[in-house]
């Protein structure tokens, strides 16, 4: 699968820029990306996206300085100089793109407001699926960050054709703060959508067992709404040689137990066992997995790790546990000593923290109200607020 990212605001150019180096790390086309912001010093902080790709707008407005956590600001920004981020993202190229993928903190301003502006427009202009990864702020990062990211979500859901969910607060660790959590959380996020976003490519490794092309994950996203991604890998397979150079190998942690390569319905087991752990496991967003309307059970590790009956009974069992009954399933091989399952969990009806989100938003918008009331009230005598 081909990917065109567009890292939209501070942490959507981090992860972005992560993804462009997880591309040359394995030396492969896969991943094309820019990055979007009002702020200069955020663009200038990325190390793998070209300078020619790192796109500075509302110049004129915030004189590069960000706007700060003002969405509302950020989407007009975003409105006015709509065409200049086309024009940046046609010049990268997009003949050969399979999707488009916008990449956001939901809880601050650039990202949060400008992200469902670009994809409408993205969605209007090109054929290619569009979709979004939000970040929704920790409840402690304070209630405006929650608010902005309620208003954010509620537009950009109904904007991109799907939109993943990663919830901050269920990966930060406890006693942890959220700016000490960030660089691990976005290599969470990029371990993750860094094996799906690769089904379908034939590397050095070989062609797979039961092959999932671009078409079959853009068919299990095509209901729109949010999902939710699981994700589990292996102990280490067995000893080697040569240091493996794999999707895989960058993104784990070495581990020193190893296991001897399994055959037959063991190699099965084993295949089906890693699928549950992604499924039931932490999940991206925690939700309800029983109701979600689509699934997708994606595969990858070296080839003869790969097992057809396994992926077939991992599907179904899948397919058991959701409300659907739509679950695709596939493998690809890549050169690593570890295997990866990643399940996706599309259209899901049901995740607490995007209640307790717009919850806090409703609360939020009523303070809101209620204080220019007041102010409206104190200034009835005719004398002039000095801020509105």
């Not at 994950?217 to 729109?224: A, S």
Request: net charge neutral.
């Amino acid at each position: 699968m081909r990917v065109f990212f567009i890292g939209f605001g501070q942490a959507g150019g981090k992860i972005v820029d992560m993804f462009i180096e997880q591309d040359k790390r394995m030396q492969t086309q896969n991943f094309r990306g820019i990055a979007v912001n009002t702020a200069r010093t955020d663009l200038m902080g990325l190390k793998n996206i070209e300078l020619k790709d790192r796109l500075l707008i509302g110049q004129t407005v915030v004189k590069g300085h960000g706007v700060g956590t003002d969405n509302v600001t950020g989407a007009r920004v975003t409105a006015d100089e709509i065409d200049a981020i086309i024009n940046a993202i046609d010049s990268r190229g997009t003949h050969d793109v399979d999707a488009f993928v916008i990449i956001a903190g939901l809880g601050g301003g650039t990202g949060s407001g400008g992200s469902p502006v670009l994809a409408r427009h993205l969605k209007r202009i090109y054929r290619e699926p569009v979709y979004a990864i939000g970040i929704l702020p920790a409840p402690e990062e304070g209630r405006l960050y929650s608010y902005n990211a309620a208003r954010s979500l509620s537009t950009l859901v109904n904007e991109a054709d799907n939109t993943f969910i990663f919830d901050n607060s269920a990966w930060k660790n406890e006693g942890e703060s959220v700016k000490d959590a960030y660089n691990r959380l976005n290599d969470e996020i990029v371990r993750r959508f860094g094996v799906l976003f690769r089904a379908g490519e034939v590397g050095k490794a070989g062609i797979g067992e039961m092959v999932v092309d671009s078409s079959e994950v853009i068919n299990t996203l095509r209901g729109g709404g949010i999902s939710s991604v699981g994700y589990a890998i292996s102990e280490k397979i067995s000893p080697r040689t040569k240091q493996s150079q794999g999707l895989l190998s960058g993104l784990v942690r070495k581990k020193e137990k190893t296991e001897e390569v399994l055959t037959g319905e063991d190699k099965s087991a084993k295949i089906i066992a890693l699928v549950r752990r992604a499924m039931l496991g932490r999940l991206t967003l925690p939700c309800d997995y029983s109701t979600a309307e689509r699934g997708l059970v994606l595969l990858a590790g070296p080839s003869d790790e790969m097992d057809r009956k396994g992926v077939e009974k991992s599907k179904s069992w899948v397919e058991e546990n959701i409300a659907g009954v739509e679950v695709r399933g596939g493998d690809y091989p890549v050169q690593s000593d570890y295997i990866a399952a990643v399940v996706v969990l599309a259209t899901i009806g049901n995740a607490p923290r995007i209640t307790e989100l717009l919850e806090i938003a409703k609360a939020t918008k009523e303070d809101v109200l209620k204080s220019k009331e007041k102010r409206s009230t104190m200034f009835d005598d005719g004398i002039e607020p000095l801020f509105e």
